[in-house]
């Protein structure tokens, strides 16, 4: 693992709360049974333990898979200490919610588990879109519902001005596109395919990552996200657009002066699959 990443996905962890269009959310929770059965794919370091916690769903099920086996150790670390866990042989115990973290493919991992939740937050534009809505049907019961928010759908902003942005923007969102299965405009996508497939589209909304300084400063460990972002969009760029050098050095004296201000426009879905 490194640990760089896990960092990342602590720090942007922030901007996640900011984002979540709070009528899906809500929605979301009218539509859950009192104990659900709860599934995620891509759950990172985990923090939607948590966060399911303190939306009110204190009992019943959860269970993380991640691809990567040292990002799955730290969040059960993690998330054990934050919320004071119980250790189980399983995984761990918060009152009445049992939950565990688990290593693997989150396409193959939850075939017939008959569960009432699957998350995939900031996933879906990671996989192809169809294969991941047969995988999360797949793994449902009767009303089980797909919630898919901050799924990227291919604006990406930073403020001031800067006279290269277009080219090295679009050398990265094409970076992403090249890689197999990944799609700039998931989000979008993901809406489309909801509505042609057995199924019900039960909500959807804007769900923008937007980071900005407060008085030459930024929240939480956002500064280090922002840092994150900015090498993701230069590793892309370099050798694709002459000027990503002196753009990536002048986007990080911005950062350095709390002057930098970054948008991603996301999409959040909430999606009863046919059963």
């Keep these: 693992m490194d640990h760089a990443d896990e960092r990342y996905l602590e720090a942007k962890r ?11 959310r809500d929605r979301l929770l009218a539509e859950l049974p009192t104990a659900p059965r709860v599934l995620e794919a891509g759950a990172g370091t985990g923090v939607t333990v948590p966060r399911l916690l303190d939306w009110g769903v204190r009992a019943g099920s959860y269970r993380g898979v991640d691809s990567d086996p040292g990002i799955v150790e730290r969040a059960q670390a993690l998330r054990t200490a934050e919320l004071d866990a119980e250790r189980t042989d399983a995984g761990f115990r918060v009152g009445d919610l049992t939950g565990r973290f688990e290593a693997g493919d989150a396409l193959t991992a939850f075939d017939d588990e008959r569960a009432d939740l699957v998350v995939a937050g900031a996933f879906v534009d990671l996989v192809p879109v169809e294969a991941a809505l047969d995988a999360f049907a797949a793994a449902l019961g009767p009303d089980g519902l797909v919630y898919a928010p ?77 840092e994150r972002i900015l090498s993701f969009v230069a590793d892309a760029a370099e050798g694709e657009v002459p000027a990503a050098e002196s753009w990536l050095t002048s986007r990080r004296r911005q950062l350095e002066a709390g002057s930098l201000t970054y948008v991603a426009h996301g999409y959040d879905v909430l999606y009863r699959p046919e059963q």
């Design 150 to 226: 901050i799924t990227f759908d291919g604006v990406t902003m930073f403020q001031p001005d800067h006279p290269a942005d277009d080219a090295v923007i679009d050398a990265y969102h094409q970076a992403i596109d090249d890689e197999p299965g990944r799609d700039t405009r998931a989000g979008r996508h993901l809406l489309d395919r909801c509505r042609a497939r057995d199924g019900d589209l039960l909500a959807a909304g804007a769900s923008d990552w937007v980071v900005h300084p407060r008085d030459g400063s930024y929240p939480a460990d956002e500064r280090y996200f922002l």
């Design 14 to 24: 922030t901007v996640d709360e900011r984002a979540f269009d709070r009528r899906v």
